[in-house]
């Protein structure tokens, strides 16, 4: 499997600020993820991040409150924008392993709006 | 809408029991399996796979498949305090490279 990490592990913000996460895993991967996990809920795909291209959204998450960028095979970052306090949530970003045809998490970044 | 449905619990079973965990799926076309465990405050990890009916053993773990039910289960034997965590099952259905969660089940181990 590979190993994926994501800055910053936690976070506290403030209220219409912006955070960037970062992910890079350790091998080069075609398909990367981010989800979010609200208090209490199961996992929410946000958006397929795409190399070279536009991330794929969906429903219910905009590239304008969620920026993701994809420079390269190992690394993704993604935004979230303009933050209120329902952004408040675990972030994970998330690799496709073709090997095993299924999917492995980075530590989660943990975000706290106020 | 495709679906994943597993009881939330919490389910209580003592040190040294088997746990039992279940997970139903909508799509009749799904072709793998996943249990994920999430310790509280920590990112899932993936514990068990299964893609062929009947069952797979890792460790203390043992995972069951019933396609022509759309049944997933996973066992836990000899249950430890340090398995007491939320398990999330997940299926994928072979498109797009998504998985389809459950809202996952939580497990509390009594010693």
């Known amino acids: 499997s590979a190993v994926i990490s994501q800055k910053p592990s936690r976070d506290i913000c403030q209220r219409g600020t912006s955070l960037t996460i970062q992910c890079q895993v350790d091998?080069?991967?075609?398909?990367m993820f981010w989800y979010r996990q609200q208090p209490g809920q199961s996992l929410t795909l946000i958006a397929t991040?795409?190399?070279?291209?536009?991330?794929?959204?969906e429903s219910g998450f905009v590239i304008d409150k969620f920026p993701i960028s994809r420079p390269n095979l190992t690394f993704s970052t993604l935004t979230v924008s303009n933050m209120s306090p329902e952004d408040s949530s675990i972030y994970l970003c998330?690799?496709?392993?073709?090997?095993?045809?299924?999917?492995?998490f980075g530590e989660g970044s943990w975000l706290t709006v106020v | 809408q495709k679906e994943v449905e597993q009881n939330s619990g919490p389910l209580s079973v003592p040190e040294g029991a088997i746990a039992s965990l279940n997970c139903t799926y909508s799509?009749?076309?799904?072709?793998?399996f996943f249990w994920y465990r999430q310790y509280s405050g920590k990112s899932p990890e993936l514990i068990m796979s299964?893609?062929s009916n009947g069952d797979k053993e890792d460790g203390r773990f043992t995972a069951q498949l019933n396609k022509a039910s759309q049944y997933v289960s996973l066992l836990i034997r000899d249950s430890q305090p340090s398995d007491s965590a939320t398990y999330l099952c997940?299926?994928?259905?072979?498109?797009?490279?998504?998985?389809?969660w459950g809202l996952g089940t939580s497990l509390a181990v009594n010693p």
């Open positions: 998330s690799v496709w392993w073709t090997a095993g045809n299924t999917i492995y």
């Open positions: 091998s080069q991967v075609t398909m």
């Open positions: 991040a795409n190399q070279g291209s536009e991330a794929t959204y």
């Open positions: 799509d009749r076309g799904s072709q793998s």
């Open positions: 299964i893609y």
């Open positions: 997940a299926v994928y259905a072979g498109n797009n490279r998504k998985l389809i």
